[in-house]
């Protein structure tokens, strides 16, 4: 299992949360995500390296800014 982690900004409450959670789903490759409006962490695993910037892309679209860790 490979684990990569990025820093988002913007995220304030649980629905935020569900909002990125929702969107980076639908990312090949994706099997767990951990995101933390309080932390502004995100924490994605995969069995192999997942699209680092399929990610950062992801959590765009749902309206918030992520670079990775």
Do not use: P
Request: include cysteine.
């Amino acid at each position: 299992m490979t684990t990569t982690e990025f820093q988002v900004t913007g995220m304030t409450c649980g629905h935020c949360e569900m909002s990125v959670r929702e969107e980076v789903e639908k990312v090949a490759g994706v099997e767990g995500i951990d995101v933390s409006a309080q932390t502004g962490r995100l924490v994605v695993s995969s069995a192999s390296a997942v699209d680092a910037d399929a990610v950062i892309a992801a959590v765009d679209e749902a309206g918030y800014r992520a670079v990775a860790a």
